[in-house]
């Protein structure tokens, strides 16, 4: 038999057959597995019919909801033509159309696209295409990458040597280039707060461009907001400064909206809040609305110049994927995109994200809840054993994962990032349902951290 035709068999076949991306299996396999069946606007239905808030958003991928009529008709109408063809050496309808409206929305600077599949794979691209423009202009010299504490960039081998978050990347140190790593301003953990930290990654920055820019090729950073190591908002003004230092000492910027871009952060890009055009930007997660695995790594003119040449001058960028611009893909983005645009949604997300703010508000004065982060609608709360001391619940206790089991134990899905319980809710999300969630939310914290208080 090869379709499972109870919730108990699915349950079995699962524990059985799969194995789960950043999940312990044996705590997993001990749970009565999440099995989901369907989805409904910003509803998930597990297959005993359960309904749960996806309060962030499938991993940080879905804009319009689940289920969304006009994006299910541009899969269904591109399906119709063609699945699939390559874009090794040809080219196919919605790639052209999708790569002319990115340009379009982009910040000004980024002409081209270059199509993959993944965030990760979007930044291998841009570190390759990086390492490559410096050899093509014949500066052979500027090989290495600049990094930020805590980064993340996605988990291949060459977006984990420019990731920098132990728990996840030590174990591969062995296999890894190695990166120049300057801190990353977390003001909630800087003696001295925002100004005090942003001081501190700019001086680190600018010392290390002082003394090595020749054998830098570029700098690696999630604009505005740091997404994994929990939800970290910059200063203000900080990429602004970041960009000029890189555009000063001749070090390419490479911005990785995978989390940030298409509205997120209540504009169309991160880089947008600061006015800043870096010279690669990587996008994913958000670009199809959260329904097909696409990406795409977008660069300058200048960058594109340096690989155009004879073919006998050796330029050509030899990378690719096999479903590198799948047509199913870059049909549903552009429909997303447009939905994007119709609906408004960028104005409304600052509307949101203000609600949400709102609610959670008086958050900020429990006993355990150390500081609520907020840029658009990516929130993080991170909570902490000591207020006063701002001492960290150590890593055993598992803080976040109790926190967000209780939350979908009262409707509600989303994943912690350690100590950090975020709230990464659909754009499409109503205020009513902002309401509802933000509800759960505090009810989570409250219900797993409360036995702390008054103690
Ligand atoms: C999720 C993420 C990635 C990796 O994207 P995948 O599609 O999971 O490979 C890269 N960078 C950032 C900032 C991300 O949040």
Same mark, same amino acid.
């Given at each position: 038999?090869?379709?499972?035709?109870?919730?108990?068999?699915?349950?079995?076949?699962?524990?059985?057959?799969?194995?789960?991306?950043?999940?312990?299996?044996?705590?997993?396999?001990?749970?009565?597995?999440?099995?989901?069946? #369907?989805?409904?606007?910003?509803?998930?239905?597990?297959?005993?019919?359960?309904?749960y808030y996806?309060g962030?958003?499938?991993?940080? *991928?879905?804009?319009?909801?689940?289920?969304?009529?006009?994006?299910?008709?541009?899969?269904?109408?591109?399906?119709?033509?063609?699945?699939?063809?390559?874009?090794?050496?040809?080219?196919?309808?919605?790639?052209?159309?999708?790569?002319?409206?990115?340009?379009?929305?982009?910040?000004?600077?980024?002409?081209?696209?270059?199509?993959?599949? +993944?965030?990760?794979?979007?930044?291998?691209?841009?570190?390759?295409?990086?390492?490559?423009?410096?050899?093509?202009?014949?500066?052979?010299?500027?090989?290495?990458?600049?990094?930020?504490?805590?980064?993340?960039?996605?988990?291949?081998?060459?977006?984990?040597?420019?990731?920098?978050?132990?728990?996840?990347?030590?174990?591969?140190?062995?296999?890894?280039?190695?990166?120049?790593?300057?801190?990353?301003?977390?003001?909630?953990?800087?003696?001295?707060?925002?100004?005090?930290?942003?001081?501190?990654?700019?001086?680190?920055?600018?010392?290390?461009?002082?003394?090595?820019?020749?054998?830098?090729?570029?700098?690696?950073?999630?604009?505005?907001?740091?997404?994994?190591?929990?939800?970290?908002?910059?200063?203000?003004?900080?990429?602004?400064?970041?960009?000029?230092?890189?555009?000063?000492?001749?070090? *390419?910027?490479?911005?990785?909206?995978?989390?940030?871009?298409?509205?997120?952060?209540?504009?169309?890009?991160?880089?947008?809040?600061?006015?800043?055009?870096?010279? *690669?930007?990587?996008?994913?997660?958000?670009?199809?609305?959260?329904?097909?695995?696409?990406?795409?790594?977008?660069?300058?003119?200048?960058?594109?110049?340096?690989?155009?040449?004879?073919?006998?001058?050796?330029?050509?960028?030899?990378?690719?994927?096999?479903?590198?611009?799948?047509?199913?893909?870059?049909?549903?983005?552009?429909?997303?995109?447009?939905?994007?645009?119709?609906?408004?949604?960028?104005?409304?997300?600052?509307?949101? +994200?203000?609600?949400a703010?709102?609610k959670l508000?008086p958050l900020?004065?429990w006993p355990h809840v150390?500081?609520i #982060?907020?840029?658009?609608?990516?929130i993080?709360i991170?909570l902490? #054993?000591?207020?006063?001391?701002?001492?960290?619940?150590?890593?055993?206790?598992?803080i976040g994962?109790r926190v967000c089991m209780r939350a979908r134990e009262l409707g509600m899905l989303t994943?912690p990032?350690?100590?950090?319980v975020v709230l990464?809710?659909?754009?499409?999300?109503?205020?009513?349902e902002l309401d509802a969630m933000t509800d759960i939310l505090a009810a989570a914290i409250y219900d797993v951290t409360e036995e702390g208080w008054?103690?």
């Amino acid at each position: 038999m090869e379709t499972a035709t109870t919730c108990e068999e699915l349950a079995a076949w699962n524990k059985a057959y799969l194995w789960h991306p950043f999940t312990q299996m044996k705590d997993y396999v001990k749970g009565e597995p999440l099995i989901i069946e #369907r989805g409904e606007g910003i509803l998930l239905y597990d297959v005993r019919g359960r309904a749960y808030y996806d309060g962030f958003s499938s991993v940080w *991928l879905n804009v319009h909801g689940h289920n969304v009529p006009e994006l299910n008709e541009a899969v269904a109408s591109q399906l119709a033509k063609v699945a699939h063809s390559t874009l090794l050496g040809m080219a196919n309808v919605p790639a052209i159309e999708l790569a002319a409206k990115l340009v379009r929305v982009a910040p000004k600077r980024l002409t081209k696209v270059f199509y993959s599949d +993944a965030g990760a794979t979007g930044v291998e691209i841009a570190l390759k295409m990086a390492f490559q423009y410096w050899h093509n202009r014949g500066v052979g010299r500027k090989t290495k990458f600049i990094t930020m504490n805590q980064a993340y960039h996605g988990d291949t081998l060459g977006a984990v040597s420019v990731g920098a978050i132990p728990l996840y990347h030590d174990v591969f140190r062995p296999l890894l280039f190695s990166s120049y790593v300057i801190p990353y301003p977390y003001a909630y953990r800087t003696s001295g707060g925002a100004s005090a930290a942003m001081e501190a990654t700019l001086s680190a920055l600018r010392e290390l461009l002082e003394s090595r820019a020749d054998e830098i090729a570029a700098l690696l950073v999630e604009p505005v907001v740091q997404g994994a190591s929990g939800i970290i908002v910059m200063p203000q003004g900080c990429l602004r400064e970041i960009d000029a230092l890189c555009r000063k000492h001749d070090v *390419l910027l490479i911005a990785d909206e995978v989390a940030t871009g298409f509205g997120r952060t209540g504009a169309m890009f991160a880089c947008d809040l600061e006015g800043v055009s870096p010279d *690669l930007m990587v996008v994913g997660k958000g670009l199809t609305g959260g329904y097909l695995p696409l990406a795409a790594t977008l660069a300058t003119d200048e960058i594109y110049a340096a690989f155009y040449a004879d073919y006998s001058e050796q330029k050509t960028f030899f990378h690719g994927h096999s479903y590198t611009g799948n047509p199913l893909g870059c049909a549903v983005a552009l429909a997303s995109l447009r939905l994007l645009e119709e609906r408004k949604m960028i104005h409304t997300v600052n509307a949101k +994200a203000a609600f949400a703010a709102k609610k959670l508000a008086p958050l900020a004065d429990w006993p355990h809840v150390g500081e609520i #982060r907020q840029q658009g609608l990516m929130i993080g709360i991170e909570l902490v #054993r000591d207020k006063k001391s701002r001492e960290p619940y150590a890593w055993t206790e598992r803080i976040g994962v109790r926190v967000c089991m209780r939350a979908r134990e009262l409707g509600m899905l989303t994943r912690p990032l350690g100590n950090v319980v975020v709230l990464i809710p659909p754009l499409a999300s109503t205020e009513a349902e902002l309401d509802a969630m933000t509800d759960i939310l505090a009810a989570a914290i409250y219900d797993v951290t409360e036995e702390g208080w008054g103690a």
